[in-house]
C-alpha cells in the first residue's frame, strides 16, 4: 500500500468520525418537545402558550388570553402586535418559578434564552437571555388565562392618538 493510499484510507477514517460526531450533535440539538405541564395548572397554560407562538400558532397563542383581553383586544390587533423580529423557536424557554397569589391569581416566570448564530464576520454566537413573567386567573369554566396581557404583547389595543394641526396664524 502506498503512502497515498494509507492517507487517502486515514482521511476516510476521519470523515466517517466527523459524519458521526454531526449525526449525534443533531440528533442531540434537535427540536425535541419536552413533557407538557396539566393543562390545568398556570406552568400548563404558559408553557401551551409559548409553544403556540414558537410554532407560529397565533390563533392558539391568542385562546389563552382571558375573555375580558380578548374582548378589549381583537384578534387581528394581537397578531399584529405578537410578531417578534426573531425566530422564537430558537430560543430556550425555561420554567423558573410559580407563585399562588391571595387573590387566587398566580405568576409564572421563564427565563428566555436566545442564541444566534454566528455572522459572516463575527464568528462567535450571540447569546441573549431574559426573565419574563405571565399573571394568570382562573375563568368561570375553571381553566387558567392570562389575566394580563402577555409577553411580546404589552399593550393591546395600541393607543392611537389624532394629532391635530397647530391653529393658523393671526394676522
Do not use: H
Not at 458521526?20 to 400548563?44: K, Y
Request: aromatic share 8%.
Amino acid at each position: 500500500m502506498t503512502s497515498s493510499n494509507k492517507w487517502l484510507i486515514g482521511m476516510g477514517g476521519a470523515l466517517g468520525v466527523l459524519v458521526l460526531i454531526a449525526v449525534v450533535a443533531a440528533v442531540l440539538t434537535s427540536n425535541t418537545r419536552p413533557d407538557l405541564r396539566p393543562e390545568d395548572t398556570p406552568e400548563g397554560v404558559v408553557q401551551r402558550y409559548v409553544q403556540a407562538l414558537m410554532d407560529n400558532d397565533m390563533d392558539m397563542a391568542y385562546t389563552y388570553l382571558s375573555s375580558d383581553l380578548q374582548e378589549s383586544c381583537a384578534l387581528s390587533d394581537w397578531q399584529w402586535q405578537a410578531r417578534l423580529p426573531y425566530r422564537l423557536d430558537e430560543s430556550q424557554v425555561l420554567l423558573k418559578e410559580v407563585i399562588d397569589y391571595a387573590d387566587g391569581d398566580a405568576g409564572v416566570t421563564v427565563t428566555i434564552t436566545r442564541i444566534r448564530g454566528p455572522e459572516p464576520f463575527d464568528l462567535t454566537p450571540q447569546v441573549s437571555s431574559f426573565d419574563q413573567s405571565f399573571r394568570l386567573e382562573t375563568q368561570d369554566d375553571g381553566a387558567w388565562r392570562f389575566s394580563q396581557m402577555p409577553w411580546p404583547v404589552f399593550r393591546c389595543p395600541i393607543e392611537t392618538r389624532i394629532i391635530e394641526p397647530p391653529p393658523a396664524p393671526v394676522r
